[in-house]
């Protein structure tokens, strides 16, 4: 089973910058469509974007200006990188196979007013 393991959150200022990874245990990465998501305290998990394995991509509407996914399945690696950071971004970021049962365990980003 490819295991997962997220990095690159903390605090930041509104208005801030912040690169998360996750980085797959197993090479097999490349050939799935991979996924971001974010929960909230008291809210649903909800989906942030996805990105093919050959790199298309689909961020959602309320940051697809701020936020961008990428990879690079050399490295195993799934990028967020989110820009002008809001206080409403704060959630636990979460790296997910797109469809299937694998979830990281999250990395906190916390965004100060």
């Known amino acids: 089973q490819v295991e997962l393991v997220e990095s690159g959150g903390g605090l930041v200022q509104a208005g801030g910058s912040l690169r998360l990874s996750c980085v797959a245990s197993?090479?097999?990465?490349?050939?799935?469509?991979m996924a971001w998501y974010r929960q909230a305290p008291g809210k649903q998990r909800e989906l942030v974007a996805t990105?093919?394995?050959?790199?298309?991509?689909y961020v959602v509407d309320s940051v697809k200006d701020r936020f961008t996914i990428s990879r690079d399945n050399e490295k195993k690696t799934l990028y967020l990188d989110m820009n002008n950071l809001k206080p409403e971004d704060t959630a636990v970021y979460f790296c997910h196979i797109f469809g299937g049962s694998t979830w990281g365990q999250g990395t906190q980003v916390t965004v100060s007013s």
């Open positions: 990105i093919t394995r050959g790199g298309s991509d």
């Open positions: 197993e090479s097999i990465f490349r050939i799935y469509t």
